[in-house]
């Protein structure tokens, strides 16, 4: 049975003028995406900030410990844990924000190379991102509590349900993000050339699957290179 093309189809994928056309808009475009690598490399330069503010607290802090009370030291601590928080969001933003939309890093082979990177998606960033959120505001919170003696009432009130704001926007991410890779899985797909019914045939893969696959294939390679 042959399939009836318009003449405009016909034109335009026999026309090799077009199709060099196509090609190089579609590598224009493609390469659209080296624009956003400068705004990860820029995060850099917050990270440098969030690591100079660290140590001038830390400095601060042991300077001024011996005058001060447990709960000021605790919260002091609890101000150097945020700033941990917030660096290493950066870091996960840097490192999963390049690899999946601008390339992937070619330092598989480092011995440093952490397990993580290439196996946090879009919907993990966003997720990771909330968490983070959420500990930072449970930090400022708790650190007002310490110190309750200094705070309002009102202050103390808005710090709660902004953090419950936080908590429950979190929550409806995370059940967001289950419903979609829910539906990622799908029910059973159906063959159109035979009937048959294939179960799983657009089942999301796990994380690593991918990286897995192509090492087999590269053992494989060299198997029968070697032969």
Not at 7 to 34: D, G, I, Q, V
Not at 95 to 108: A, K, P, T
Not at 110 to 134: C, N, Q, R
Not at 182 to 208: F, L, Q, V, W
């Amino acid at each position: 049975m042959t399939t009836s093309h318009s003449p405009s189809e016909k034109s335009t994928t026999s026309n090799p003028r077009t199709r060099r056309l196509e090609k190089t808009l579609e590598r224009a475009f493609f390469a659209t995406r080296w624009i956003v690598a400068p705004l990860y490399f820029g995060l850099s330069v917050g990270l440098v900030l969030v690591a100079f503010k660290f140590f001038q607290h830390l400095i601060r802090l042991v300077i001024k410990s011996i005058g001060l009370d447990f709960d000021d030291v605790f919260v002091g601590v609890l101000d150097l844990i945020d700033l941990v928080l917030l660096a290493n969001l950066l870091l996960i933003v840097m490192f999963s924000g390049y690899e999946n939309f601008v390339s992937r890093l070619d330092i598989r082979q480092h011995e440093d190379y952490p397990a993580w990177i290439g196996h946090i998606t879009f919907g993990d960033i966003k997720i990771k991102l909330m968490a983070s959120i959420v500990a930072m505001s449970a930090i400022h919170v708790l650190a007002d509590f310490i110190r309750v003696d200094e705070t309002s009432t009102r202050s103390l009130e808005w710090s709660v349900g902004i953090h419950l704001c936080f908590v429950v926007s979190g929550l409806l991410l995370a059940i967001m993000d289950r419903i979609m890779e829910g539906s990622m899985t799908g029910p059973k797909a159906e063959n159109a050339e035979n009937g048959d019914e294939i179960k799983g045939a657009h089942r999301y893969k796990p994380k690593g699957v991918n990286d897995e696959i192509k090492a087999q294939e590269e053992e494989s390679a060299k198997e029968e290179h070697s032969e």
